[in-house]
Each structure stands twice: as structure tokens, then as C-alpha cells.
């Protein structure tokens, strides 16, 4: 089994950034060679990928609203996941979510483990 906890979400402007982290408890990535996904959900919306990582990290994957704003990286020497958000806009308001698997999938339904979430809200 694998536990997710994010943090790092908050209350911010338009423009700023943001990192969240995602920790792994249980046993480390690197038994599972899980792949790490973040996702995020608006009020009243479905579930939206954002970015995903592959077990070493030379594979990543984003979602065309967050190309070149955002960078997903690992330290799996630290179990943990980051997902850096720069040129935050208020659409990039949603509570967003860590998820492992066994690949870099788009799709939330191929996500086995998730975190809690964590609210991200950007003020115009």
C-alpha cells in the first residue's frame, strides 16, 4: 500500500507561484516503479489531468492549459513528488491531487492511489 499527502497549496495573486509537494508513505517508490500524477478539480468539474512522471522522471506529461507554466519533478530518495506552478492564472484554482500508477496516464480512472488534495486558489 502507498499513502499520498500533499501540501504546499494556498491562497495566492495572479502571477505568482506556487509548489506543492506530494509525500509517499508506506513502501518507497522506487519497490512499486511508480509513475506519479497530479490532477486537479474545480468546483462542480471532473477531475482534470494536469502533469504525470514516470518512475525515473525522464518522462513527463502535461496538460496543454498548464505546458510551460508548470514542472513535475521526483525525489524518490525522498519519496516525493513537486509540482512547480509559475504564472499562476485564477482558472488554476481547483484542489489538486497526487496519484501513482503504473504509467504516465492521463486518465484519473488509472490512478490506483490518491491523496486527500490540497486547495490551490489564485485571486485575479
Known amino acids: 500500500q502507498v499513502q499520498l499527502v500533499e501540501s504546499g497549496g494556498g491562497l495566492v495573486q495572479a502571477g505568482d507561484s506556487l509548489r506543492l509537494s506530494c509525500a509517499a508513505s508506506?513502501?518507497?517508490?522506487?519497490?512499486?516503479?511508480?509513475?506519479m500524477g497530479w490532477f486537479r478539480q474545480a468546483p462542480g468539474k471532473e477531475r482534470d489531468f494536469v502533469s504525470a512522471?514516470?518512475?525515473?522522471?525522464?518522462?513527463?506529461v502535461y496538460a496543454d492549459s498548464v505546458k510551460g507554466r508548470f514542472t513535475i519533478s521526483r525525489d524518490n530518495a525522498k519519496n516525493t513528488v513537486y509540482l512547480q506552478m509559475n504564472s499562476l492564472k485564477p482558472e488554476d484554482t481547483a484542489v489538486y491531487y497526487c496519484?501513482?500508477?503504473?504509467?504516465?496516464?492521463?486518465?484519473?480512472?488509472?490512478?490506483?492511489?490518491w491523496g486527500q488534495g490540497t486547495q490551490v486558489t489564485v485571486s485575479p
Open positions: 496519484a501513482a500508477s503504473s504509467s504516465t496516464y492521463s486518465d484519473p480512472r488509472k490512478y490506483a492511489y
Open positions: 508506506g513502501r518507497p517508490f522506487s519497490s512499486y516503479s511508480l509513475s
Open positions: 512522471i514516470s518512475w525515473s522522471g525522464g518522462n513527463t
